[in-house]
Nanobody
Framework: QVQLVESGGGLVQAGDSLRLSCVAS????????MGWFRQAPGKEREFVATISRTGSSTLSADSVKGRFTISRDNAKNTVYLQMNSLKPEDTAVYYCAAVRGAYYYSSKDAYAYWGQGTQVTVSS
């Protein structure tokens, strides 16, 4: 099992940047592909970005492509989401998630482990 704890959310203005972090417990972090998802009030949880176990491959949602970057540091058991040029529509609770194995996924149904989420609010 793996436990995930997100941090780095906050209240920012449109155009600002934030970096979210997600720290995983355990010694097998490099065995898990990682993903970031978000959920705005009244909406379903949606895919943001995912990264393979080694960090060599990533995939991002079209809505964040060119603005958000996912990365990981396996030595620190941490996955990051660098968010630049934030927009009010990026306001949501952001969750990190983990799935064991060689493949990474954009579907939330593939992920077995979830963090508690961190709130990101972007004012106009």
């Amino acid at each position: 099992q793996v436990q995930l704890v997100e941090s780095g959310g906050g209240l920012v203005q449109a155009g600002d940047s934030l970096r979210l972090s997600c720290v995983a417990s355990g010694r097998t972090f490099s065995s898990y592909a990682m993903g970031w998802f978000r959920q705005a009030p009244g909406k379903e949880r949606e895919f943001v970005a995912t990264i393979s176990r080694t960090g060599s491959s990533t995939l991002s949602a079209d809505s964040v492509k060119g603005r958000f970057t996912i990365s990981r540091d396996n030595a620190k058991n941490t996955v990051y989401l660098q968010m630049n040029s934030l927009k009010p529509e990026d306001t949501a609770v952001y969750y990190c998630a983990a799935v064991r194995g060689a493949y990474y996924y954009s579907s939330k149904d593939a992920y077995a482990y979830w963090g508690q989420g961190t709130q990101v609010t972007v004012s106009s």
